[in-house]
DNA sequence: CGCCCTTACGTCCAGCGTAAATATA
DNA sequence: TATATTTACGCTGGACGTAAGGGCG
């Protein structure tokens, strides 16, 4: 018998009605159906009749609809039950840079601080290539990253393996980070001879697999490498260079939300989609601190 | 979370081990590793701290460890709850002639009724082909019966395809039932010739395996077809025949246990060897006041 | 080395989703 | 037919057993 099945329970009573109770548990309703009929099997008697009009608790369903409720008033004082109670430990969150922002940007991931004070939460910046070595070196832990189309199945099944659940957040295109101090900055779209007159600053790894291809038509008489976001951020502010960045992910940049610097797409041109994703333990065991933080990420960059 | 994690909980706390724990709970040791463990993880804090000398709970897990019993107390009342509560239900039981007795004949299975004044036993007695076919009709009940070593392997695959376990409960052997007034009753042990003067008697229904092929045996200018033990037994009793009998499983018929028949074996001469098993639904959802029954049966009937 | 606990791995069952069936007004 | 529940079935993950691994006296 689990302790799911007392709460499931307990929302059929309330609700009268199991499709309804299915919704709010957000289980469909067969399942709903074969779970209440397992308690009842367990249990041995028979707790609610049904009807085409709903449920109602026998005699003997109302008692064990109070017990339940008293059991479930009980362990959802438990730190991490999946009450409100006193969810505790730490939760680690490795994230690429461009995403970074989006994350922090967002006051209700600072909720989840407030209304779990006794969670700790680390985020560490990672560049890609890093990302899924991060993840299995910390287990469990979470990271947000981004995946061209094509290395799509390569990642999810590498994932599988670890023991992680790959889940899409949203789809996100490559465009030109570029200070609004040159004038290129005025037009609406890019020429692909503009670009030439453009350094293109990347990142010192060199599995930049994004920038590196594109290297070509820039301005290729610079090389700018550089390791942190901010370095390159600040090129791009000072007009020494652009950069390649995800569109959406970016827009929390504190260069592009105070109009120093803008993203810009060149005409007839398409730099890389990429899908974000999130990665986190498969595992249902995984503690309910870490999943509060997944829904909270999932929530917030989902249809970004 | 399942309330048996609770259990185990409280238990490797009273223990203060987690082998002596595990020993109490009828589980491995690993296992129960695992379920405190994954335990832990969901509550997100340790509960025990582990040592080569046991171990021992933490302040948190002592809180954890009252809730839990609390819990315990709570769900123990209802009705088939693992507690010795109020369990009820209808159960039913089929079991061959020869076996028959020997589950009535035992105290401790009355003692089950005693113990759970609610639980309604119903004992069917049936002709061993028709054992499965009652079984599947009346899902969920139990049923005992024997098979030819050389039926096992299609009796538990058939079994299995109806969601039913199979387990072996001992070997028996057939034996010739005789009159003790009879004069051939004297002796140590019967030989083959001694068989061409007993009339044979066995059961009416077409499908009596066990008999049939060893009708040549006996002396064949009588023909007995009989449908029940009783009249069986009387023909025996009044020295009119024989019959072949499991011996363990009819050692506490009536008529044996009086000396008034006794069972023999035949020199250089084997009659078939069998294996009783017991038959019940392979759920773990299934009525615990059925798996009450189950494990007093097994208990009862196991190595017999 | 022995005791106690953990890790690794294979097997089997339970939980849940999808789709289809059933019941009642 | 519309609404509510049940049944059927496939997939995945969890529970437990067996066997092997590690730490501490």
Redesign the pocket.
């Known amino acids: 018998m ?1 302790l ?1 099945q007392l709460e499931y329970f307990v929302e059929v009573v309330r609700c009268k ?3 309804q109770a299915a919704k709010n548990l ?6 709903l ?3 209440i ?2 308690f009842e099997k367990t249990i041995g008697v028979q707790l609610i009749k ?1 009807s ?4 109602v608790p026998t005699t003997l369903g109302k008692q064990i609809f109070n017990d339940s409720q008293e059991i479930i008033n009980i362990y959802k004082g438990w730190p991490n039950a999946s009450g409100s109670g006193d969810i505790c430990g730490d939760v680690y969150i490795f994230a690429i840079p461009s995403i970074c922002n989006s994350i922090l940007f967002n006051e209700s991931f600072f909720n989840l601080k407030k209304m779990y004070p006794k969670l700790n939460i680390f985020l560490d910046q990672v560049r890609p290539h890093e990302l899924l070595s991060h993840i299995i070196k910390n287990y469990p832990s979470i990271g947000i990253g981004y995946y061209l189309p094509s290395e799509r199945e390569s990642l999810f099944s590498q994932a599988k393996m670890y023991g992680l659940k790959t889940e899409l957040l949203f789809k996100d295109e490559f465009n030109i980070l570029i200070s609004n101090k040159n004038p290129l900055a005025q037009k609406d779209k890019l020429s692909l001879s503009d670009l030439k007159k453009l350094p293109l600053s990347y990142y010192s790894d060199t599995n930049d697999n994004i920038s590196l291809p594109y290297q070509m038509y820039f301005d290729d008489s610079f090389r700018f490498r550089l390791n942190s976001k901010e370095n390159i951020m600040e090129l791009i502010v000072h007009n020494k260079a652009v950069a390649l960045y995800p569109e959406k992910a970016s827009r929390y940049e504190y260069c592009i939300r105070s109009n120093l610097v803008r993203p810009m797409s060149v005409e007839n041109f398409r730099f890389p989609q990429v899908e974000f994703f999130i990665l986190y333990p ?4 995984s503690s309910i601190g870490l999943m509060k933080v997944v829904d909270n990420i999932k929530e917030n960059l989902s249809d970004f």
């Open positions: 689990r799911q009605s199991m499709s957000f289980i469909t309703q067969p399942a159906s074969v779970a009929k397992d049904r085409n009009k709903g449920v498969a595992k249902k065991t």
